[in-house]
């Protein structure tokens, strides 16, 4: 047992996506479907695949070759609009394929942005099987790192996310920064947003890489832990109530 609900959904699964799905490249839209399938090339979350009736053919130049996804073999296509071209970036399934016959895959980070009805969506869709929620707690909450305080809070903004170890939001002034050193890493998630900080800890002369993080500007639905401090369970020791937690295992 992990101690936080597992993913249940296994790769290889499809879903239809009720929601209104479009892509953007250099200006022009791609694909816009209210017609996506959610499909899980493994068991973590989905990718959007269009089908080829809502995809703008103009733009899709092909590549003459074959390339191999998780779930499947496709005729691989390159994006073209304007002065701008991204090779490699779409494959189109055949008759052969099965059940993605008709389905179109772009690769995420090739396209511009990409909506969910009008709202923009990063990183990858959200899965309709998780949950992430932020709630205000009273429980005491220690992080230590080789025996060295980092943190105490008693008033934690805890999050609950699917598939994951609970984290721990605390105040900035609850946290102790001579200990900690500013990271250039930068990450991106789904359900919060775009992080604004990392932090290193220097304890007796080692340098424990990117131990801590902030959101100063989460997505709505993630906004009580705007500006909070969370450390990787992963990375450090946490006792919360007097209880030492187990560490879980880096992915």
Known sequence: MSGYPS??????????????VRGVFAGRTVFDTSNASYVWERPYYPQYYIPRVDVATDLLLDEQAERRYPLGIARQHG????DREQPGAVGIFGEEAGRLAGLVRFDWAALDAWYEEDEQIFVHPRCPYSRVDALRSTRT???????????ESASPVVVFETGLPTRYYVNRTEVDFSRLVASDTETA??????????WSAMIGGRLHPDVAWCYDFPSWQLLPIAGLICFYNEKVDLIVDGEPQPRPSLP
């Open 7 to 20: 993913v249940i959904v296994p790769a290889g699964h499809i879903e239809p996506a009720p929601r209104r």
């Open 79 to 82: 994006l073209r609009a304007g």
């Open 141 to 151: 909450v220690r992080v230590e790192l080789d025996g060295v305080l980092l943190a």
């Open 189 to 198: 998630c789904p359900y919060k947003g775009t992080t604004t900080g990392y």
